[in-house]
């Protein structure tokens, strides 16, 4: 499973990044889910411009969205507990990071120095 962080989604949707989008191509051409978490679309929904919604609510049909649940909650606790001093981690992201470890997701981010969790794989 993939799970896909905000930044991904922007050039996505807006379309500047060519391999970003050629990577999304053919992530969608196959049978691996491609998964994202709710404060993904929290971040994107915020930063979204008027003439973006349609094709924001096309994309989130496309994905699956995993729950934030106590066992993801406790993980991105402990992140925080470890990281946020030493790496400035916030609780979004550490949120993100948490799904991605409970699920054994890989992390498709272009923000790695976000992410200094040393369980989690990258896309």
Same mark, same amino acid.
């Given at each position: 499973?993939?799970?896909?962080?905000?930044?991904?989604?922007?050039?996505?949707?807006?379309?500047?990044?060519?391999?970003?989008?050629?990577?999304?191509?053919?992530?969608?051409?196959?049978?691996?889910?491609?998964?994202?978490?709710?404060?993904?679309?929290?971040?994107?929904? +915020? *930063?979204?411009?008027?003439?973006?919604? %349609?094709? =924001?609510?096309?994309?989130? !049909?496309?994905?699956?969205?995993?729950?934030? #649940? +106590? *066992?993801?909650?406790?993980?991105?606790? %402990?992140? =925080?507990?470890?990281?946020? !001093?030493?790496?400035?981690?916030?609780?979004? #992201?550490?949120?993100?990071?948490?799904?991605?470890?409970?699920?054994?997701?890989?992390?498709?981010?272009?923000?790695?120095?976000?992410?200094?969790?040393?369980?989690?794989?990258?896309?």
């Amino acid at each position: 499973m993939i799970l896909v962080d905000s930044d991904v989604l922007i050039e996505v949707t807006r379309g500047r990044a060519a391999n970003i989008l050629a990577v999304w191509e053919e992530l969608s051409g196959t049978a691996e889910p491609i998964a994202c978490s709710p404060v993904t679309v929290v971040e994107v929904w +915020h *930063g979204a411009r008027p003439h973006e919604h %349609e094709a =924001l609510t096309r994309l989130f !049909r496309a994905l699956v969205c995993l729950p934030i #649940d +106590h *066992g993801i909650g406790r993980q991105a606790g %402990e992140y =925080l507990a470890h990281y946020h !001093r030493s790496h400035n981690v916030q609780i979004g #992201d550490a949120l993100i990071a948490a799904t991605a470890s409970v699920h054994r997701a890989d992390l498709w981010t272009m923000n790695r120095k976000h992410f200094p969790m040393k369980d989690l794989s990258f896309l």
